[in-house]
């Protein structure tokens, strides 16, 4: 870890940030953030005094008042911007155990599914075992979670 805040970034590492302090946490279930997020909702925490440390965001203007930052190289979601403190994709951080959601927002679209998500059967990895062996011949190129000075894991694409 180098410096004080709440460090993250996207996967390849071409994008860093931190923040200094977080805010309310939450996941929104509105439609653009399931399709911005490829997810079931968008989890997302306010960002005071941001610093984005390596590279930058790529933007889309999701409308007339939003735009969401990602990173262009490994396509990453990254920030929802709408004028105030910028928002921050809660998987993004290093430590996403440090922004747990505290409310659900835009309840209108959310999917009809996702209620029961949390009851749904587990397979233990016991019970996979050609799978198992798969995750244990892969090589991450996935940027660690925390800062690097240097980061040659974005050559290696
Ligand atoms: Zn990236
Ligand atoms: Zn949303």
Redesign the pocket.
Known sequence: MSGAGLSGGCQCGAVRFRAARLGCASI???R??QKAFGGFF?PLVTAHDLQWTRGQPKYFASSNKVRRGFCADCGTPLSYEYGGAPEIAIGAFDNPEAAAPVIQ??PADKLSFFDGICSLPVRLPAEQPEAEAFKASIVSFQHPDHDTSEWPGRAKR
Do not use: A
């Open positions: 929104c279930h509105c653009m953030c968008g927002v835009n």
